[in-house]
């Protein structure tokens, strides 16, 4: 049973066109992560959200948004997607920042800009 | 900057063999140290994980030893399989402060065992 179930898989996207990713959670976790990972590197944190509390890496450029509207759903929207944010996004949940289950990663969403 | 530094960047094993994964890091203020391993297409998923007040944890082929004073683990897999072959990533977990919970991941290693 899929347990973080993101969509689309693969997103073709042109230079500068908003673009959202999302993701969904069956599990009723209540933390959710968004990570970029570029080919061949280790995924990178860009924000999380703590139920509603919004919590944005320091270094995680403004072009990048996110949204929780319920516990289910979160959503990644780049605002002007520029070649160098192709990337694999990867979304994640745990129950909680200091349990035992540490994160859940879904298969991630491939991000190509034309 | 938190830096979880891992070695070798790749490697190759054949099956039967042991394969082994060394991390370092820097920072103390860690309470959790997971080892992700991660298909081609997939995303991370969780293989074995350590307290740092436990030294060794073994969870069968995988067992995760753990140096406190030296700030070092390790990932080793006994009688490695072509199964085994995949990305592995450590991370270290922030045990407070505004980001807590944050994994810090290793710069990952490519596994390859040959039949």
């Known amino acids: 049973d899929a347990m973080v179930i993101q969509n689309p898989r693969y997103q073709v996207t042109q230079f500068g066109k908003p673009v959202t990713l999302s993701c969904s959670q069956t599990?009723?976790?209540?933390?959710m992560y968004w990570y970029q990972q570029k080919s061949s590197q280790a995924p990178k944190l860009l924000f999380h959200?703590?139920?509603?509390?919004?919590?944005n890496e320091a270094d995680t450029p403004d072009n990048f948004q996110s949204r929780r509207p319920n516990t289910s759903f979160c959503f990644l929207d780049i605002r002007s997607p520029g070649l160098g944010d192709a990337a694999m996004y990867l979304c994640?949940?745990?129950?909680?920042?200091?349990?035992?289950?540490?994160?859940?990663f879904g298969p991630g969403t491939r991000l190509l800009v034309l | 900057q938190q830096q979880v530094k891992q070695s070798p960047q790749s490697l190759i094993v054949q099956k039967g063999g042991i394969s082994i994964i060394n991390c370092a890091y820097e920072?103390?203020?860690?309470?959790?140290f997971p080892w992700y391993q991660q298909f081609p297409g997939k995303g991370p998923a969780l293989l074995i994980a350590?307290?740092?007040?436990?030294s060794e944890k073994k969870e069968g082929r995988f067992t995760i030893s753990f140096n406190k004073s030296a700030k070092q683990f390790s990932l080793h897999i006994m009688d490695s399989q072509p199964g085994d072959s995949a990305t592995y990533f450590c991370?270290?977990?922030?045990?407070?402060?505004?980001?807590?919970?944050?994994?810090?991941f290793g710069q990952g290693t490519i596994l390859t065992v040959h039949p």
């Open positions: 920072n103390t203020a860690f309470d959790y």
């Open positions: 350590i307290r740092p007040d436990v």
């Open positions: 991370a270290t977990r922030n045990a407070g402060g505004t980001s807590y919970g944050k994994l810090t």
């Open positions: 959200y703590y139920d509603k509390d919004f919590n």
């Open positions: 994640a949940t745990s129950r909680d920042p200091s349990g035992e289950e540490t994160q859940y």
């Open positions: 599990l009723n976790h209540n933390v």
